[in-house]
């Protein structure tokens, strides 16, 4: 391999790197270093094929080769760190981040991140509470301090709001804390710019979401946005620079198109988006996910208009005075619910959506949707708890011919700790386990159809995908507690008007009627009477629009 041909070869494998043909760019950027081990440049576009394709073991192999040819090569400690994140390996990370604080190579902002931190896949209860400690340790560190950050020079703290919602616990005071300590640290959020409507003006609200795009807060709210009245209302959906293009992003552009609303993709800096929100005066803004993107974490601490409402795409409490309400049906909620929450109810008779009934286009027959025993909980990693292992342990153990099926993550970091954590339960047959890897859109619906039973997680259950399993009706045994995020399938339940539904009070009850309802003989009729329901009253609901409709006009 001569020098020219090494160039080349070198642009060649740079150019499918730019174009996201990571694969490739992997494959010559290897053959380069073999000639060439210790060459930063291969090493540090190496580094970042892995890691854009998924592959962080070897993005972290190559890292540590960078830092030790070079350990001042800029920013690889914050590099290494976000990587070591992407697989969860939070301990590692914070010995990490001691390293580099001590050795003056990473920024001021990191000796709180590393006490900010919160596991995906929990190993256990207990450390749930040693992390949750250790976070209000750390906000009172920085209450008690006048240190200030720059929100826009990259010193943005990742809060653990979205990871640390996974579990039993009240967040309310928590998460006001939080509030407080960002506050501080960060003078941008004291920012305040509501404006009053004047007089026979229409009332003008925005949207605000990283995720109009083919993602389940898309589906959710896409529908409730298009049925506002537009004689009452000046309609602005407000995007991130990172929401991704899509079928349903493009449904938005249509929209525009044909005159409803306004389409804006907010600025990257948070200065910049406030002196946008300061001209643009909006009376309402609401936000369906807050906690799901940093980003829009950080601008719905911040008083941006007179009402600004959150909802049920991510159910957890801000904690925030900047929210005013938050937007649910009266079927998610119990006599407690309020006491955490720091958000005012807003309550719909109807779940606040209108949702589509999916088409799927190799629909299966009914010969398909009768098999018995087989069991499934086809969500994402990181609503299991470890109390819920249990249950599936248990269920197994009790129904011998039954077989689960779970749903691996795209880069099988979750998936590999959740099973370290399951052997640990040594009743736990993991020969009757099956792992898919993940599905398109309708297979994952047909998947539900030829379950029998679908197993609704603890404490954070299922939302998007309880609707898309009533294509075919299939039951899901569900246990509520007083919080909104573990009680969207029963509440779903309670506006199908299920007679006798399958929800449960502890678990033994949960285990009992998920292997009764495995084994029924008339699991077909079963799925009918609930796919019948379904359509009747859950999906496209347009009377949940017009109580949209009316309770923002309400609000003035």
């Not at 906690?291 to 957890?316: T, V």
Request: hydrophobic content about 35%; overall charge positive.
């Amino acid at each position: 391999m001569n020098k020219i041909s090494t160039e080349e070869l070198f642009k060649i494998a740079y150019n499918h790197l730019q174009n996201k043909n990571y694969i490739k760019s992997i494959e010559l950027f290897n053959k380069i270093l073999a000639q060439y081990p210790e060459n930063l440049s291969v090493l540090r576009n190496l580094l970042h094929a892995y890691a854009f394709s998924g592959d962080f073991h070897n993005a972290e192999n190559t890292i540590k080769k960078v830092i030790k040819i070079n350990e001042n090569e800029p920013y690889v400690y914050q590099f290494y760190a976000t990587i070591l994140k992407s697989q969860d390996k939070i301990d590692e990370m914070i010995d990490l981040i001691d390293e580099g604080l001590k050795k003056k190579l990473m920024d001021t902002k990191w000796k709180y991140q590393k006490e900010l931190l919160f596991p995906v896949i929990v190993k256990d209860n207990q450390e749930i509470n040693r992390f949750r400690e250790k976070i209000g340790k750390c906000y009172d560190q920085i209450l008690e301090n006048s240190e200030q950050l720059n929100y826009d020079n990259d010193q943005i703290i990742q809060t653990p709001h979205y990871e640390s919602s996974y579990n039993q616990h009240d967040n309310l005071e928590l998460n006001i804390k939080s509030v407080k300590a960002l506050r501080k640290i960060y003078r941008e959020l004291s920012e305040n710019c509501i404006s009053e409507k004047k007089e026979n003006e229409k009332i003008k609200i925005g949207f605000v979401s990283e995720f109009f795009t083919n993602h389940t807060i898309g589906r959710l709210f896409k529908n409730i946005i298009f049925s506002l009245d537009q004689s009452k209302f000046n309609i602005f959906v407000l995007h991130s620079k990172k929401t991704k293009n899509s079928d349903l992003f493009n449904e938005f552009i249509e929209k525009e198109k044909n005159g409803l609303l306004k389409n804006i993709r907010l600025p990257e800096k948070l200065s910049e988006k406030i002196d946008f929100f300061k001209n643009e005066k909006f009376n309402i803004l609401f936000y369906p996910d807050i906690g799901m993107s940093i980003e829009m974490y950080y601008l719905s601490l911040i008083r941006l208009a007179k009402h600004q409402i959150m909802s049920w795409g991510h159910p957890e409490t801000t904690g925030s005075e900047s929210i005013d309400f938050f937007l649910c049906s009266k079927s998610l909620v119990t006599n407690e619910t309020s006491k955490s929450y720091s958000e005012k109810l807003l309550l719909m008779e109807h779940l606040p959506m209108i949702y589509e009934m999916p088409k799927i286009k190799q629909k299966l027959k009914d010969n398909e949707l009768v098999k018995n025993n087989i069991y499934s909980c086809p969500q994402t990693m990181f609503k299991f708890h470890p109390d819920f292992d249990h249950i599936l342990a248990e269920i197994l153990k009790k129904d011998k011919k039954g077989v689960l099926y779970l749903i691996k993550d795209n880069n099988k970091v979750y998936f590999n700790k959740l099973i370290d954590r399951f052997k640990k339960i040594k009743f736990f047959d993991l020969d009757r386990v099956i792992f898919l890897d993940p599905l398109t859109r309708d297979n994952y619906i047909n998947h539900l159809g030829t379950s029998s039973v679908l197993l609704d997680p603890l404490y954070f259950g299922a939302g998007n995908s309880f609707h898309e399993s009533m294509v075919y009706g299939t039951p899901t045994i569900t246990m509520p507690t007083k919080f909104i995020k573990s009680r969207i399938v029963s509440a779903a339940y309670l506006q199908m008007e299920i007679d006798n539904p399958p929800i449960v009070k502890n678990k033994n009850e949960y285990v009992e009627l998920a292997i009764d309802t495995a084994n029924k003989k008339n699991l077909l009729e079963i799925k009918k009477y609930y796919q019948k329901k379904a359509i009747e009253k859950l999906f496209n609901t347009t009377k949940a629009g017009e109580e949209f409709n009316q309770i923002l006009i309400d609000l003035d």
